[in-house]
């Protein structure tokens, strides 16, 4: 099971993230120094009875919206957090609207920073929430109120989380591997490295694959799961993976590593359903220049829809692509205006 973080910036995320698995989360010095959170951070949580979640936790930032995405792609359970002290702020609004186009199903509000208002406001704050949430498209449980300080409320979540593990339905075995790429790296005595969450499929070592839309073609020399080597990946979970024969130079966050069991192809045109907000400032037009974040990658594009499509509105519409991607029926993608 993968966990994603999301919310507004300063509500706690990250401090949660650290409360809940024991890491720290901010690995970058500039994430220290500025106390916040600018790239994907990742975690394993332990659940209990051998099961071993991973949670990634994403900026917050309106910045960093494309690394977010980047993150909240592939996760089967959302943590909305929301600050005691604030409540629900524009952030929160935004990450909530992009869980429900990814298609999130579940999710647990978590009221953070408990400690710093007084038990009234918090419950102010709780019934707002839980009001807020009851009309969305994602699954959301009762708010949870916690204190990465004082540590209340952290095992009543872990209990939860723990509780969708076990009722998960699990993802198919034998599709083909895809895992978009969120990480490049490199180890000694590895060589290059890419992490992402397996979309679908299983990786094995010694397999041959292939990234899109680089073309790049290489062999698994190394396989792990939340630190853990392993001979063969699960679909849906958190994996490394050491490649032979391919430059780091190559690869970066967009990309998609592949096993040919599938024919997959890069395309530079998607054939797409668009539902547009409500909040939209203004209908969806033919040849409105948009940017598309599709797994981990973020590609411009141009729209040209059947006929405009309204604010609170759905319609299809061709996607004219200016750098090929990976992609199939079914897959949920998020639109971004060019601005």
Not at 15 to 29: C, I, K, S, Y
Not at 40 to 67: C, K, Q, S, Y
């Amino acid at each position: 099971m993968i966990i994603g973080t999301a919310g507004h910036i300063d509500h706690g995320k990250s401090t949660l993230v650290t409360a809940l698995t024991g890491q720290p989360m901010d690995r970058l010095a500039e994430e220290r120094r500025r106390e916040i959170t600018i790239e994907l951070n990742f975690a394993p949580l332990e659940l209990g009875g051998g099961r071993v979640a991973g949670v990634v936790d994403v900026p917050g930032h309106e910045d960093f919206i494309r690394t977010m995405v980047a993150g909240a792609s592939g996760i089967d359970v959302a943590l909305l957090i929301i600050a005691a002290d604030e409540g629900i702020m524009p952030q929160t609004e935004e990450h909530l609207l992009i869980l429900e186009q990814l298609g999130v199903t579940r999710g647990i509000p978590v009221i953070t920073k408990a400690d710093l208002a007084e038990p009234d406001w918090v419950e102010l704050v709780t019934l707002e929430v839980a009001e807020r949430l009851a009309t969305s498209s994602v699954s959301f449980d009762s708010p949870v109120v916690v204190s990465a300080r004082t540590g209340t409320g952290i095992q009543t979540l872990r209990e939860r989380l723990a509780s969708h593990a076990r009722s998960l339905e699990q993802r198919p075995q034998g599709d083909g591997f895809r895992m978009p790429i969120d990480r490049v790296f490199s180890l000694p005595g590895v060589g290059t490295v890419v992490t992402g969450t397996a979309w679908s499929g299983r990786l094995g070592i010694g397999d041959s694959v292939l990234a899109l839309p680089s073309g790049q073609r290489g062999r698994v020399r190394s396989l792990e799961s939340h630190g853990t080597a392993v001979e063969r990946s699960r679909p849906g979970g958190r994996t490394a993976v050491g490649l032979a024969g391919v430059d780091r130079s190559t690869l970066g966050r967009g990309e998609v590593l592949l096993t040919e069991q599938l024919p997959w192809t890069a395309s530079s045109v998607l054939d797409v359903e668009i539902h547009l907000a409500p909040v939209a400032p203004r209908p969806l037009g033919a040849r409105h220049r948009v940017r598309v974040l599709l797994g981990t990658a973020e590609v411009m594009a141009r729209v040209l829809p059947r006929h405009p499509i309204e604010p609170g509105s759905t319609g299809r519409a061709r996607l004219k692509l200016e750098t090929a991607q990976v992609a199939r029926a079914r897959d949920r993608f998020v639109l971004r205006s060019f601005s």
